[in-house]
Nanobody, 120 residues
């Protein structure tokens, strides 16, 4: 069983930045999801095995997903944070897809989640 571990969450003011990191395996398509209180888990960003990226419209232009295959890590750089970005962020890995996927069911391995809170 592959275990993913996120780090880097915390409390930040509106307009601030945070960088989330995840330990993963280079063979996976990797993704980030988030879940706000009372809401469903939603797609944030994904990066394929070859480095192609995709983003939710709500974060496009503000968030950047990247990966380091040599270190088996992936990052989510979050800039210009808004209160609506608040939630628990989950790193995910897919053992079935090497291309971009966006559904939570396309991912097989999940981290425990890290809290991101954006306040004024």
């Amino acid at each position: 069983q592959v275990q993913l571990a996120e780090s880097g969450g915390g409390l930040v003011q509106i307009g601030g930045s945070l960088r989330l990191s995840c330990g993963t395996a280079s063979s996976y398509t990797m993704g980030w999801f988030r879940q706000a209180p009372g809401k469903d888990r939603e797609f944030v960003a994904a990066i394929s095995q070859s480095g192609i990226t995709a983003y939710a419209d709500s974060v496009k232009g503000r968030f950047t997903i990247s990966r380091d295959k040599a270190k088996n890590t992936g990052d989510l750089q979050m800039n210009s944070l808004k209160p609506e970005d608040t939630g628990v962020y989950y790193c995910a890995g897919s053992a079935r897809y090497i291309t971009i996927v966006r559904r939570a069911t396309d991912f097989d391995y999940w981290g425990q989640g890290t809290q991101v809170t954006v306040s004024s």
